[in-house]
């Protein structure tokens, strides 16, 4: 079974402060993705990374920025919190040739910034 | 702006039932189509996939693509409590290398 974890389930920061969250799979996935979802807004993609030291802008990067310098891990960097960043954080992973495979999950992580 | 629509619900159905969700998809070069649960408070499980017309079963989950109506379904047959959850819709961004466009999710709720 594919295994995507991340590395908090919940969390609390003041605004301002700098969050790392990072997220690991087993399965030798080249792609990773970061999402946040919010009561009505669905999920949304934050960024996502096809290969190691790669990545691309999601629908809404601003506030955020990621690294990957592990095949097997990608990190989402918020470097100085807001009110409006507190959300569910999800991390997810698929394979290069994906296209028949959908993405894995991690189970997420509860951001609130107060 | 590529699009997945999904009535947000909720449905509400008794027990036993035959549940049905349906999402409609805007990008006409979409090959891959998935069905996620997400229960309250977690995150989203793949449960179905379908790349081809027609019907693909798998226990009590059938799910159905019409590409030319741009339609994808998701019944779930003889509903269990259990079943009540969010349903996403996805469909993968055609070149896009994995990357999915998902919809807003159906609510079901399945009474005893």
């Known amino acids: 079974d594919v295994k995507v974890t991340q590395s908090s389930r919940y969390l609390v920061k003041r605004t301002g402060e700098k969050v790392f969250l990072e997220c690991v799979q087993d399965?030798?996935?080249?792609?990773m993705f970061w999402y946040r979802q919010d009561p009505g807004l669905g999920l949304r993609l934050i960024y996502f990374s096809y290969d190691v030291k790669m990545k691309e802008k999601g629908d809404i990067p601003e506030g955020y920025s990621v690294s990957r310098e592990k095949k097997e891990r990608f990190s989402l960097i918020l470097e100085s919190t807001s009110t409006n960043q507190t959300s569910m954080y999800l991390c997810?992973?698929?394979?290069?040739?994906?296209?028949?495979?959908?993405?894995?999950f991690g189970p997420g992580t509860r951001l609130t910034v107060t | 702006q590529k699009e997945v629509e999904q009535n947000s619900g909720p449905l509400s159905v008794p027990e036993g039932a035959i549940a049905s969700l349906n999402c409609t998809y805007s990008?006409?070069?979409?090959?891959?189509f998935f069905w996620y649960r997400q229960y309250s408070g977690k995150s989203p499980e793949l449960i179905m996939s379908i790349y081809s017309n027609g019907d693909k079963e798998d226990g009590r989950f059938t799910a159905q693509l019409n590409k030319a109506s741009q339609y994808v379904s998701l019944l779930i047959r003889d509903s269990q409590p259990s079943d009540s959850a969010t349903y996403l819709c996805?469909?993968?961004?055609?070149?896009?290398?994995?990357?999915?466009?998902f919809g807003q999710g159906t609510e079901l709720s399945v009474k005893p």
């Open positions: 997810a992973s698929t394979p290069a040739t994906s296209g028949r495979i959908g993405q894995y």
């Open positions: 399965m030798d996935h080249e792609n």
């Open positions: 996805a469909v993968v961004e055609y070149n896009q290398g994995g990357k999915l466009i």
């Open positions: 990008d006409r070069g979409s090959q891959s």
